[in-house]
């Protein structure tokens, strides 16, 4: 959304300030001789007309303009119940008022004593009704956004089989005309999850050809954790050739040697698909925004710009003001040439909505596909280790080159040996490096040998993690990695004694985009329902953040992490208004109760783009 134009809104000048309600005196120019009657007549026109004059230019000077959503230029929110806003501010953490002019902060509290020093314009406060709060803007610091919008598409998360999945497939080919009419078109979906399933196993394409409806069509279904792809013959046929293996990646064969359907990581390189057009772009864009703003979003982090998606990004930012701030994280192929050197770096652009200066590596795949690298083999799969997409003397190669290069370097590391061979380039690099200017992160960090765990806050790299997964995997984390192993697994509290900073993210569409359901594992380590492996008690319950670091997590330390703490991530005067109001006190309610909290309003630059208050 645009800001708004507020130049109406003015300081005074010293002449304004001696003489408040005088005006500019007409000019004289020379004019026929008139009638007594129609001189008089002229002469009270002429002085309504400065007294109107002068009356709009004092109330323009001393009353905000109001835009059409109902809220001044300048306004005050405060609470009747004491102090409701969550600054994040270490030196005023609490405030009973905020007050914004135009697009920032000007104060905290003492709105009427204050006001004049800060804010032109008369008070215009509004209240928060009762029980409700406010904290800064909510940000997500590892998304994918136009995949999210994609999945809305066909979404297929939460069948418990494979036939539940190929009958989705078929209802959504069934209800599309153009679709059900025209088998070549290709059929794409988002969601399936194995590990759901009541038989845990792999798909194949048989299953989709086994359908009528579904059969002979090119279909391309990706996993709920992205980390796999399920397509259909036409789609294997069309690939043929395949090379016996991939490097970083696997081509799910069946015991015959034959392709089934399903690549896994890097291998999923290999399934050809269209492009999206730039329209089913924006569709999907869109979709994303709607969601994200209704949850109280208003940053989130792109872990991963291929070319496509960051030309998108940029045609947008500039022939329009993005609706919701987007840190970009550039992919890196090792197949390509390097570009660190010669791509231009995006930092602030379109009206401080759109950055792209951090480069996104995979070092491995996921634990829930069994690809995460281990340093011992998988407990419920002794055959393997998982493995690395990209090899260590790769890493120890472009992650210096790129922070000379002034990038931000982000690596995606679940498996324990995933992490420490980061860990371990990271060290070397930053040996002769400022680890402040360059705020290396770790995306995921799941599994940390103990070793590891200190070396974060020695080395001060970010540690970029998503505590909902940690409520889906302890379902099968144990069984996948024994009871001594999983102890490293999702350990926030052991991160954070050890001196590191911790940023908060979701990584929908892997998991719910809802902030709070994020903010909520986090401090309970238990499902929705209250349940864990380990008990109503929590899994793990020794590993759970305390709500002010969660919430920190979700707002002060992604800005940091993005680089955009000066503006962003605090209710501090100068600071952008980007805030959340919500319906209860998140920090002090039953943990139970944390997911029965709705967002009343979220603010971009001082303007509502959800909600209202």
């Known amino acids: 959304m645009p800001p708004s134009d507020h130049s109406s809104i003015r300081k ?34 002429l002085a309504f007309v400065s007294i109107a004059l002068s009356s709009y230019y004092a109330y323009s000077r001393f009353y905000p303009a109001t835009s059409a959503d109902g809220i001044s230029g300048s306004y005050a929110l405060c609470s009747r119940e004491g102090s409701q806003i969550y600054t994040l501010d270490p030196n005023n953490p609490r405030a009973q008022c905020v007050v914004v002019h135009g697009s920032k902060f000007t104060s905290t509290d003492h709105v009427l004593s204050r006001w004049y020093d800060t804010t032109p314009g008369q008070p215009h406060v ?34 418990k089989s494979i036939a539940e999945t190929v009958a989705r ?29 009541l038989l845990e196993e792999w798909p194949n394409y048989e299953a989709l050809e086994a359908d009528p409806i579904v059969a002979g069509r090119p279909v391309v279904l990706q996993s709920k954790d992205g980390h796999a792809l399920w397509v259909s013959k036409a789609v294997l046929h069309s690939m043929e050739p395949l090379p016996e293996e991939v490097e970083g990646g696997v081509i799910v064969r069946d015991s015959f040697g034959k392709p089934t359907g399903v690549f896994l990581d890097n291998a999923q390189d290999l399934v050809i698909r269209p492009e999206p057009t730039y329209k089913q772009l924006q569709k999907r864009f869109a979709a994303t925004v709607k969601d994200a703003h209704s949850l109280g979003l208003t940053s989130v982090h792109d872990a991963g710009f291929n070319p496509i998606s960051l030309e998108f990004f940029r045609k947008e930012a500039q ?16 197949t390509a040439a390097y570009w660190g050197d010669s791509f231009e770096k995006i930092v602030r652009a379109g009206n401080n909505r ?47 080159r790129f922070m000379r290069d002034g990038w931000q370097v982000n690596v995606h590391a679940i498996g324990d040996r995933a992490n420490g061979v980061v860990l371990d380039a990271f060290e070397a690099a930053l040996a002769s490096a400022n680890v402040t200017a360059l705020r290396p992160r770790l995306e995921h960090a799941q599994i940390l040998a103990k070793k590891d765990m200190a070396r974060f806050g020695d080395l001060g790299v970010i540690a970029s993690v998503q505590p909902t997964h940690a409520i889906s995997d302890m379902w099968f984390a144990e069984d996948r990695l024994g009871p001594e192993r999983v102890k490293g697994l999702y350990a926030f509290r052991s991160i954070l004694d050890h001196g590191a900073r911790i ?7 892997v998991e719910d985009m809802n902030p709070l359901a994020g903010f909520y594992a986090a401090i309970t380590r238990v499902s929705p329902e209250g349940t864990s492996p380990h008990g109503p008690g929590g899994w793990f319950p020794e590993q759970r953040m305390t709500r002010e670091e969660a919430l920190k997590g979700m707002t002060l330390d992604p800005a940091y992490a993005s680089f955009t703490e000066d503006i962003l991530g605090s209710i501090e005067p100068g600071k952008l208004a ?36």
């Open 126 to 159: 509004r209240f928060l009704s009762p029980g409700q709060i406010v904290v800064p803007g909510l940000s997500d610091s590892h998304s994918h956004v136009l995949e999210y919008g994609a999945t809305k598409q066909m979404p297929l998360e939460g069948t």
């Open 578 to 613: 980007d805030f959340v109001v919500l319906s209860q006190d998140i920090m002090t309610v039953p943990p139970k109760d944390v997911l029965e909290t709705r967002v009343v309003a979220t603010v971009i630059d001082g303007r509502p783009v959800y909600g209202g208050f």
């Open 354 to 400: 759109l950055s792209v200066r951090s480069v996104k590596i995979f070092a491995d795949g996921a634990l829930r596909s069994g690809g995460a690298a281990l340093y011992e083999p998988y407990t419920d799969n002794p055959e393997t280790r998982g493995f690395m997409r990209i090899a260590p003397e790769t890493l120890n190669e472009v992650i210096p």
């Open 169 to 197: 497939v078929r209802a959504y080919i069934e209800a599309d005309p153009e679709i059900f009419g025209d088998k070549t078109k290709f059929v794409e979906g988002w969601g399936w999850d194995h590990t759901k399933w």
């Open 12 to 45: 005074r000048s010293s002449s304004e300030k001696s003489s408040p309600s005088s005006t500019p005196p007409p000019l004289a120019l020379p004019a026929p001789q008139a009638p007594k009657s129609s001189a008089r007549s002229s002469t009270l026109l």
């Open 319 to 334: 022939s329009t003001t993005l609706p919701i701030r987007v840190y970009g994280m550039k992919y890196f192929d090792e």
């Open 503 to 509: 940023t908060l993210g979701s990584d929908f569409p």
